[in-house]
């Protein structure tokens, strides 16, 4: 696994799951639509991509389709990172 993508999945583990949720996090695992992420931490995993690679995603890209999985994440940080 590439090291964005695990890092990604590590945040979404640590930051979303409570203790003792011992649902499983893979790189298609759906996020949003599986009801691990809501909007709410969609803006903060946002602001934890953007500080952590230094990069702007502008809100008409930080869609919930483009949050949903740790693949779709992954492709959204390396489409702004320069």
Do not use: C, H, W
Not at 39 to 47: E, T
Not at 53 to 74: C, G, H, R
């Amino acid at each position: 696994m590439d090291e964005l993508k695990e890092m990604v999945r590590n945040y979404v583990i640590r930051e979303y799951l409570e203790d003792g949720d011992d649902r499983e996090v893979k790189n298609d695992t759906p996020l949003i639509s599986g009801g691990i992420v809501d909007s709410f931490s969609m803006v903060s995993l946002k602001r934890f991509l953007e500080k952590k690679f230094n990069i702007q995603i502008p809100d008409a890209d930080a869609s919930p389709e483009a949050f949903d999985t740790v693949d779709s994440i992954a492709a959204l940080v390396k489409r702004f990172q320069k």
